[in-house]
Every structure is written in structure tokens, then in C-alpha cells.
């Protein structure tokens, strides 16, 4: 079923981004027929309906008679309109219920949406189901700001919640007999008769409404329309006294620091410097926990596995071993120390009740790369891994939105062995700015990336709706078993594959299967990326591995005596490159195979032409390193 819905409200009511709440990505701009009038308007599906939102512009009053409220009320009247939805601030109601009353005059099925709710609660109490009683239509509390309701607002509209409502203005006696005239003589209903009164409808005979304002105001001293507008005014201070109570209650800490954590102006900080925060942990408790591990490693095993595949079957065991090994180091190295570590982080975000703020607060700013806030989640999992980064793209509904998110996230979000094994690497031949520089980059592309989808991926709307928990000091344990049941994907997953992958590899390496690409793809590393022509192994095994890719470029650097220009173009190419043989794997299930193959070659071409313009770059001595 189809319902078109028309959104009207007082400017500053967060009326524009209730209607971004509501209908999320996909707005598309237009321009009243016959007028540079603008309005937004998008569909989404909810509840098995078609919902085809009109977000008319802001506007006071309908008793003026500017173009822009004349093309309101036009808007309001369309025949083809199902439901009006009335946005009201809940923290100023009075001239929000003046503009409900405007409208229930008019006839028209409406629905009143108290936004704001959230903010108004921690001042006042709001008699909701009174208000419901004296307007006959349903009043539905919600919060544009942080999501609250929005949901409830949508079943209502579906569902056909909408009423006529049999409401009067309590007018003046002489109003009223002025108003009966009007139906009398015009022949119209009782919201039109009171907009002729008040000069807006442009159908009326102005002998007849002239006679009456004159008579009216030899009377009253004022034109009709002033104490029309004054006898709603008077109605809607009468309906406020009796259904809003002011709190006498102070704010907690808790609430305290929830609004400014959800404020732009202050929640935008707060994030960086969580992320900012983030990193600077990641890589530095993860750094000392791998070596850590390692020294053990070396210590207590050794070559004794690679001894053992030598003591077996001779080379062909030690081959098949290097590789057990060497995956057995890169897991014990990089799941422990990164990954373990960047769940515990993202535990205690969770648990504390930030996350869903930061999705509330980046929620707006997603929409431009046709995403909701909600993507940040999966975006900040693949710092850790982007193995399970593609399995949280199932909180997604849309598979526009999933293949948008992949992309970002493949092409554009570096897991942890990238980063630390980019810092050790890029930062130690080429310094640690160049690290700055590839995450800049990075950054640059990620928005360029969602953008470009955006614009060009068929529309498939959708909406966010989520709830705020309070904000509380997380539990050890739930942290603990967040972090646990989060790596078992990775062992599942990605560690199978990584094992064979190595093994493969090895074999590779030993019967020197790699070298025939060496020479051939010579005009790539060469050429375009001026880099040594061996460094293509590296490229190849990174399909399987990076840490292994780079652990290789050490050697291939040391042997080939590469500069520091070049392990700036290695570092930017293997941060864009396609991903890891499990991130293929997870994404094959998550976007199918015409969409993974696209991703992955999507990111080895995005990543072969921003190397090669840097290559450039350093070639005529425009940067240096």
C-alpha cells in the first residue's frame, strides 16, 4: 500500500532532520510546480507500505499571504496527500499547537509529533494522552535528535493512524457568525470559510469579506484576522497550562554528559579524540604485546616446527612447515595484540553506551555517501579486522548500502596488521609523516568512494531508527565475551585460510613458481609505480597475507636497496589494494561474486593509479621523502 505524507512545522522545530530520520537517504530536491518554492521529498519502505515523504518548508503560520505559504497550504490541500504529519517542539509548544490547530482546521488526516521529546522531558512533563483526547488525533512523542520514536511515528503512519480531527477553535461569538456566513455564501467547509476571513484563499468574493472585516472591526477595533489569530493563541495558552508541567528536577551526570556527547558542537570533538585516542592504543599496547609474543615465540619454539617438516619429508617439509609457521607467528602476532585489543576498545564503547551516540551524531553526515550513522560501526570493526567488519555489514538492510559500506571499507579502512605493519614499515624507512600521509589519503578516498556510489547506485531507500541505552561504566565480562565471541570469527573464518594460503605460497617460493611474474609485470612495478620488478611478489602474496606482503618488501628492500620514495608508494598501494583472501571469502556470502569481484577490481586499479600519480609526484620533485 501506498500513503504520501506531508511533514509541516515552525522553522527550527527539527522538522528537516526529522524527515531525515524518517526517510534516511535518497531526498531528492524540487521546486513547486509553477514557483521557485522548494521542498524535499524521498520514499522508503516500511511495514510492507510505501512511504512517499513531502517536506514542506518551514513555515509560522498558513494566515499570511506570502508565496511561500500560499504554496503550503496548496501543498496541504493536494488530494493525493494520506497523512499530514505536524512536527512540534515539545520544549516551545505553544506556537507549534497554533500551527496544529491551522492545519486540523483545514480537515486534513494528521498526526502530531512531538520532536524534541528528549530535550523537553528533562524540564517538564507533557500530558501526551490529554493532548491525544483534546486534539482527536494520535500524538507520538519522538526525538529527531537521537532516533526515540521514530519508529513508533512510522507504525502510526502505516498503519493508518491518521485522523480527521473534530477539534474547534474556541472563537470569538462574532468570529464564529462570520465564519457561518462565509459557509453560507461561499460554499465551503470551515477551514476554507476561516482562511477566506483571513484573506488567504483567493476564490472569495471581496464585497461580501469586505462588508464583514469592516463590520468586524467597527466592532473589535482590529481586522478579523488579528483576533482569529489571537483566539488560537489563547486556546493553545489554555491547552499548554493543563498538559505541561515543569520539572523541578536537575539533570544527572549521566544525562549531563549524554547531551554532550550527541551535540555537534561538542560531541564532534569528543569523537576524534576517542578515535584519535583509539589508534594511539591500538598501536601502541598491540605493538608491546607482539613483541612480547614473538620473544616468546622465539624463544620457546623456534625453528622446532620447521625442523620438524625438514626431519619428515626433507624440503618439501620444511616448505609445507614455513608456512604453518609463519601463519601460526602472523595469528599469535596480530590477533592477540590488534585485533584483540581494538574488540576490548570497541567493547567498552559499546558497553558504556557511547557507540550508538557516535551512529546518532555521524547519522546526518553518513547520508551524504548514502549511508546512516550505523555504518560507522562496521567501519571502526575494520580497524581491527576487515574479516568481521563484512559479517557487521548484516546490521545493513539495504544492499545498496552493504555494497557501499564494502567498498569503503575494503578499498579505504586499513585493518590492524595494515597499520602496524604500515607504521613499522613506511614510518621506519620513510618516516612517520608519510604514515599521516597515507591515512590522509586514505580519508580522502573513503569519502570520494561513498560519494561516487551514492550517485550512481540505484536508490534503495531505507530508515534509521535506534534507541539510546543510558550511558553506565562497563562490565569486565561482557567486555571480555563481546572480545571473545568477535575474534572466534576470525579463527573460523580467516585463520583456515590463511594457513593454506601460506602454504601455498611457500610451495610457490620454493619451486620458484612466483618468478615467471616477475619480468612480465615488469611495465606495472617498474614503469607506473617505479618500484623493483620483484616487488610484484610481494603484491601477490598480499593477497593471501599483508602482514606477509610487507614482511617481504623488507627483504625485497634490503636486497634491491629501494629509497624511501618507494616504500611510500608500497605503503599507499597496499593500503588501497584488494583485500585479504578471507575478507573475499566473508564478502562473497555478504554482496555475492558479480559484487566482490567488482570491489576487488575497483580497489587494485584505484590503488595502481593513486601509486603511480605519487610516483609521479616524486619523480619531478614535487614532494619528496
Request: charged share 20%; glycine share 8%; net charge negative.
Amino acid at each position: 500500500m501506498k500513503f504520501q505524507i506531508a511533514l509541516i512545522g515552525q522553522p527550527n522545530v527539527g522538522k528537516s532532520t526529522l524527515f531525515s530520520r524518517l526517510t534516511g537517504v535518497g531526498v531528492i530536491s524540487s521546486n513547486y510546480p509553477g514557483t521557485t518554492v522548494e521542498f524535499d521529498e524521498a520514499t522508503v519502505t516500511y511495514g510492507g507500505n510505501e512511504l512517499h515523504f513531502h517536506d514542506l518548508p518551514g513555515t509560522y503560520s498558513l494566515s499570511t499571504t506570502s508565496s511561500d505559504e500560499d504554496v503550503v497550504i496548496k501543498m496541504l490541500r493536494d488530494a493525493d496527500n494520506d497523512v499530514i504529519v505536524v512536527v512540534a517542539d515539545s520544549t516551545d509548544l505553544e506556537p507549534s499547537l497554533v500551527l496544529s490547530m491551522e492545519v486540523l482546521e483545514l480537515g486534513l488526516p494528521t498526526i502530531i509529533a512531538l520532536n524534541k521529546y528528549d530535550l523537553s522531558m528533562k524540564r517538564m512533563t507533557i500530558d501526551v494522552e490529554k493532548l491525544e483526547k483534546i486534539f482527536g488525533v494520535p500524538v507520538i512523542p519522538v526525538s529527531s535528535r537521537n532516533g526515540d520514536g521514530i519508529s513508533d511515528l512510522l507504525d502510526a503512519i502505516s498503519s493508518g493512524k491518521a485522523k480527521i480531527s473534530d477539534y474547534r477553535v474556541m472563537y470569538d461569538d462574532h468570529i464564529v457568525e462570520a465564519i457561518d456566513k462565509v459557509m453560507e455564501t461561499h460554499h465551503v467547509n470551515r477551514g476554507k470559510a476561516i482562511k477566506i476571513l483571513e484573506g488567504i484563499d483567493d476564490d472569495s468574493d471581496p464585497f461580501i469579506i469586505g462588508d464583514i472585516d469592516r463590520e468586524f472591526t467597527k466592532i473589535h477595533g482590529d481586522h478579523i484576522g488579528v483576533h482569529i489569530a489571537r483566539d488560537r493563541y489563547g486556546d493553545a495558552h489554555v491547552i499548554v497550562m493543563e498538559t505541561v508541567h515543569r520539572s523541578t528536577k536537575n539533570l544527572t551526570r549521566s544525562e549531563k554528559i549524554s547531551d554532550i556527547t550527541i551535540e555537534p558542537s561538542t560531541g564532534i570533538p569528543i569523537l576524534i579524540g576517542i578515535l584519535v585516542l583509539t589508534f594511539i592504543t591500538l598501536i601502541g599496547l598491540g605493538g608491546i604485546i607482539a613483541e612480547w609474543i614473538d620473544h616468546l615465540y622465539t624463544t620457546f619454539v623456534g625453528t622446532a616446527l620447521i625442523d620438524l617438516g625438514g626431519n619428515i619429508a626433507g624440503d618439501i617439509g620444511k616448505a609445507l612447515m614455513s608456512g604453518i609457521d609463519s601463519s601460526i607467528q602472523a595469528i599469535l602476532g596480530l590477533v592477540i595484540p590488534y585485533i584483540m585489543v581494538f574488540y576490548i576498545i570497541l567493547g567498552i564503547l559499546e558497553d558504556t553506551g557511547y557507540l550508538p551516540r557516535a551512529v546518532v551524531l555521524l547519522d546526518r553526515f553518513m547520508h551524504h555517501f548514502g549511508l546512516h550513522g550505523n555504518a560507522f560501526i562496521p567501519i571502526m570493526v575494520g580497524f581491527g579486522c576487515n574479516v568481521p567488519a563484512i559479517l557487521a555489514t548484516r546490521m545493513i538492510r539495504s544492499k545498496r548500502e552493504r555494497i557501499i559500506l564494502c567498498s569503503m571499507i575494503c578499498m579505504a579502512v586499513p585493518c590492524s596488521a595494515q597499520i602496524a605493519i604500515m607504521t613499522g614499515v613506511t614510518g621506519k624507512f620513510a618516516g612517520i609523516e608519510w604514515v599521516l600521509v597515507i591515512l590522509a589519503i586514505l580519508t580522502v578516498l573513503m569519502v570520494s568512494i561513498g560519494i561516487v556510489l551514492n550517485k550512481t547506485l540505484k536508490l534503495e531507500p531505507s530508515n534509521l531508527a535506534i534507541e539510546l541505552p543510558e550511558l553506565q561504566v562497563p562490565r569486565v565480562m561482557n567486555v571480555i565475551n563481546k572480545m571473545w565471541m568477535r575474534s572466534k570469527d576470525f579463527f573460523a573464518i580467516a585463520v583456515p585460510l590463511l594457513i593454506i594460503g601460506s602454504i601455498i605460497v611457500e610451495l610457490c617460493i620454493y619451486y620458484n613458481l612466483l618468478d615467471v611474474f616477475v619480468e612480465p609485470m615488469s611495465w606495472l612495478t617498474v614503469d607506473m609505480l617505479g618500484l623493483p620488478a620483484v616487488t610484484i611478489i610481494c603484491f601477490i602474496v598480499g593477497v593471501v597475507r599483508k602482514e606477509m606482503s610487507y614482511g617481504m618488501l623488507v627483504i625485497v628492500g634490503a636486497i634491491t636497496e629501494m629509497d624511501p620514495s618507494q616504500f611510500v608508494v608500497y605503503g599507499i598501494i597496499m593500503s588501497i589494494y584488494m583485500p585479504c583472501i578471507a575478507t573475499i571469502a566473508v564478502m562473497r556470502d555478504e554482496l555475492g561474486w558479480k559484487n566482490t569481484l567488482a570491489v576487488c577490481l575497483s580497489s587494485v586499479t584505484i590503488a595502481v593509479l593513486v601509486g603511480t600519480l605519487v610516483n609521479q609526484l616524486f619523480n619531478i620533485g614535487f614532494i619528496t621523502a
